[in-house]
């Protein structure tokens, strides 16, 4: 299996990249956030749960996003990958994670970081809320919020990863084919 984390901050282009990479490789796409949302919508207990954290900006408990992602890594035992999207937030999530792929005799393969500036994170996800029908995505002290998550919670994902030498940053500034170009050259697949 070929086992990619695509790691970055809210507006960093992940949800965009993800969608080109899984179509050029063959991945599955797991995204924690796309997960939430549908269980929002189908208004299960899980996402009535989840809905409250994700209003205010706020990661959702560790066990509710690693009993979804063990789930559905279960349910495709014939993949030949995964894209991990949004996920692990933490490090309690990825050592969960590389715990869950090595029962499989399996690990992550590379971590590849979109690096995007703060203020640029935030006009793009205000854009974004114009169209993407997310309410966190419109009121910018949610937008700010998330990112303070993201630099306090979720950062030092990338710390764990880099011990084993996982992590390739790349520049997520530019068009989105610039930015598939230069991520699909750190692809050894
Ligand atoms: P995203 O679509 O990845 O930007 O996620 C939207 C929201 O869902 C986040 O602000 C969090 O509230 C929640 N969420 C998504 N993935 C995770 C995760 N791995 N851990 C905790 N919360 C998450």
Redesign the pocket.
């Known amino acids: 299996m070929f086992n990619l984390i695509l790691f970055g901050p809210?507006g960093s282009g992940k949800g965009t990249q993800s969608e080109k990479l899984i179509e050029k490789y063959g991945l599955i796409h797991l995204?924690?956030?796309n997960l939430?949302r549908e269980e929002i919508a189908n208004e299960t207990t899980l996402g009535l749960a989840a809905k409250s954290?994700?209003d205010q900006?706020?990661?959702?408990p560790d066990e509710v996003?690693i009993g979804m992602i063990r789930s559905m890594i279960n349910a495709k035992p014939e993949a030949k990958g995964f894209l991990f999207d949004?996920?692990?937030?933490t490090v309690a999530?990825a050592e969960a994670l590389d715990n869950l792929l090595a029962e499989k005799q399996n690990e992550i393969n590379i971590v590849l970081a979109l690096i995007v500036d703060e203020e640029e994170l935030v006009s793009r996800l205000l854009n974004r809320g114009k169209t993407s029908g997310r309410s966190?995505d419109t009121n910018e002290s949610v937008i700010r919020a998330?990112i303070v998550e993201y630099e306090t919670k979720t950062a030092p994902v990338a710390d764990h990863y880099a011990k084993s030498n996982k992590v390739v940053k790349v520049k997520g500034v530019g068009s989105i084919d610039e930015i598939f170009g230069s991520l699909t050259q750190h692809i050894k697949l």
Not at 57 to 60: D, E, N
Not at 86 to 89: A, S, T
């Open positions: 809210p995204s924690t956030g939430l954290y994700m900006g706020q990661l959702v996003v949004g996920f692990p937030r999530q966190d998330r």
